[in-house]
């Protein structure tokens, strides 16, 4: 365990001294992928700018949501977002076998040596609108804090184990890479307070593909909204990581070698 621990740190102090060497493409990086991530919020702005809202929550609530999913999605980038794109070029270039021979264990390393930095400023912004909407919010309890902390960890399983599954594929299918913008477009539904769509995109996004535990479950918890169906959810988030780690492995055990 000692081992994993210094090889990603020495991973992320690569990835730091990086940035830190070329100042400006980490600046400019940082800063377009902030924008990029704060159309939702600003869209929000607009509509309840313009008299409209979403019905049963208040303009702060739905910024909360957005915030704790940019948060995640900013996290989740950082510590795990280029393991599709990474494995996929290993595969397509007849590398991969220059990780397999590495002493360490292979998901590991590609995890590890993908951490990027970049995506600081979009956890930086999402935290500047989390703040500012929970003073609008009231006080939350521990007990609120508590199970935030739980289901926003559960976010994070979700969008790690989506992440291995897509990765998985590209030992089969090399040319994927329509896959993880079909995933990002269902991912946008934990964007929003869930109430407002109908049963069967609830249950889509509760119970199969549970992406409402990127912004929408963690956000009840610290509104007082979390209801049993919600904590009900964790099941699907850990199976799903469990079965993103165990697909990958299996599917490099099938590597037969690609390139090309």
Not at 33 to 48: A, E
Not at 80 to 85: I, L, P, Q, R, T
Request: with cysteine; proline share 3%; glycine share 10%.
């Amino acid at each position: 365990m000692k081992k994993y621990l210094l090889i990603y740190k020495e991973s992320m102090g690569v990835s730091i001294a990086s940035a830190a060497t070329y100042r400006a493409n980490f600046i400019l990086h940082s800063i377009i992928t902030l924008l990029g991530n704060i159309v939702f919020p600003l869209v929000t702005l607009l509509i309840y700018g313009s008299g409209a809202s979403f019905e049963g929550w208040s303009m702060y609530e739905v910024l909360l949501i957005q915030s704790i999913f940019t948060m995640s999605t900013g996290l989740s980038n950082m510590f795990f977002g280029g393991m599709v794109w990474n494995t996929m070029e290993h595969v397509r270039e007849g590398t991969f076998e220059t990780v397999l021979i590495k002493p360490v264990d292979c998901m590991f390393y590609l995890l590890a040596t993908n951490f990027g930095i970049h995506s600081f400023g979009v956890v930086a912004g999402g935290m500047v609108v989390f703040i500012i909407s929970l003073v609008h919010v009231g006080n939350a309890t521990i007990l609120m804090w508590l199970q935030f902390l739980l289901l926003f960890l559960m976010g994070l399983f979700v969008m790690l184990g989506m992440e291995l599954l897509m990765a998985a594929t590209s030992f089969k299918w090399v040319a994927n890479s329509r896959i993880p913008e079909m995933y990002g477009s269902v991912r946008q539904f934990g964007n929003y307070p869930q109430t407002i769509f109908n049963k069967s995109i609830i249950y889509l996004t509760s119970f199969i593909l549970p992406v409402g535990m990127i912004g929408f479950f963690p956000a009840s918890a610290l509104l007082g909204r979390l209801e049993w169906w919600m904590l009900v959810s964790i099941f699907p988030c850990i199976l799903f990581l469990m079965l993103g780690v165990w697909v990958y492995r299996y599917m490099v055990r099938l590597y037969e070698g690609v390139g090309g």
